[in-house]
């Protein structure tokens, strides 16, 4: 019984000490100068954490959905590709992101295979699509699109 007497006594000794050391360190040490000066350090560098990426998840519009949407917002409806002369889009080729049609596709620049969808504003390859994925992770600070 005197051992566990001894270790109680021992127990509140520590504490009243932790609890002056915890004063001292109140007093005499600014906590303003432990949030600055040893943050900058190289050292202490390697605990900071980087912001989390940004997830966006990319969701697909019907076209026959968007078309009056657009109207509606807009007040413009937005028609066919008026085409001057014959079109290479193949006639299965439809967006990725709207499903629209071969009406309302045509080539971006020339012949170098890049294809712009007139409902919706977006730019693709019919040859490699990089719509596959439904979400994509961005870095907060530029944006950009971070490779896995």
Not at 101 to 119: A, E, I, R
Request: proline content about 8%; glycine content about 2%.
């Amino acid at each position: 019984m005197n051992i566990i007497l001894y270790l109680l006594q021992i127990i509140q000794d520590l504490y009243k000490q932790n609890c002056w050391l915890v004063s001292f360190i109140c007093r005499y040490i600014p906590l303003k100068q432990w949030a600055y000066d040893d943050s900058h350090s190289p050292k202490y560098q390697k605990f900071k954490i980087d912001k989390l990426p940004v997830i966006l998840y990319h969701e697909s519009w019907d076209y026959r959905d968007y078309i009056p949407y657009l109207e509606w917002r807009y007040g413009k409806k937005i028609p066919p590709v008026r085409r001057r002369s014959a079109c290479d889009i193949s006639d299965d080729c439809t967006c990725p992101r709207c499903n629209a049609p071969k009406p309302f596709l045509y080539k971006n620049n020339g012949s170098k295979g890049q294809v712009l969808c007139k409902v919706c504003q977006n730019r693709f390859s019919p040859i490699e699509s990089r719509f596959t994925k439904k979400t994509s992770l961005r870095c907060p600070y530029c944006t950009y699109i971070l490779s896995p």
